[in-house]
């Protein structure tokens, strides 16, 4: 046994309608529910970008550099600048934004260092730095690094990298995220 309610208007106690129906199957929604529903349940977090480094990016000895990049994963408002390896906000997205990026180095010996940042505008804003502890030689090292920042419209976040062991080591496996958490 199956039970139905048949309405044509669902409304609050002050006789608000809420929903409203044509009889056909269609209904429409107040615009004040509409904007309920998007502000609780309807949360999208964008922009949002992910991008990775699929072939390696040699990384010089004691010397900090930024990630190169040549694979767009998923970029839902063209955010991210692949000629200049950086994640730019557009205009009205000012906001905090969760950003993460992590690579792998697999020539560091026990005692070196590795070393992964954020930048915004060219400035150090997240640093995770990393002693290898690892007995041996040519260690695989994987290093992550996220952060919550507070964005505006023009700021731009790049990720970088540094390491210490010598000499030359390839980074594999690069991949930098984010998303905006809530607006300004």
């Known amino acids: ?19 409203t129906s044509d009889g056909a199957g269609s209904f429409t929604a107040s615009s004040s ?24 990016q040699s990384i010089p000895n004691n010397s ?4 190169t990049f040549d694979t767009i994963e998923f970029d839902t ?3 991210f600048d692949l000629s ?4 730019i906000v557009p205009s009205g997205e000012d906001g905090k934004y969760y950003i993460q ?12 260092i590795g070393q992964v940042f954020f930048q915004k505008n060219g400035i150090t804003i997240s640093n995770t730095i990393v002693r290898n502890y690892l ?11 996220s952060t919550l920042v507070e964005l505006s419209a023009t700021d731009y976040v790049e990720f970088w990298y540094y ?8 980074v594999v496996n690069t991949y930098f995220s984010g998303f905006k958490l809530i607006g300004a």
């Open 1 to 19: 046994m199956t039970s139905k309610i048949k309405v044509n208007i669902l409304a609050d106690g002050g006789d608000n309608s809420i929903i």
């Open 33 to 56: 529910l509409a904007s309920s529903v998007q502000s609780v349940g309807g949360i999208q977090n964008t922009p949002a970008f992910a991008v990775k480094e699929v072939a390696g």
């Open 64 to 67: 900090s550099t930024k990630a």
């Open 77 to 79: 408002d063209s955010v």
């Open 84 to 87: 200049n390896n950086r994640f």
């Open 101 to 112: 990026g992590w690579g792998n180095i697999p020539g560091l010996d026990a005692g070196e």
């Open 135 to 145: 007995q041996g030689t040519n260690q695989l090292f994987r290093m992550i690094t």
């Open 163 to 170: 390491q210490n062991s010598g000499e030359s080591q390839t």
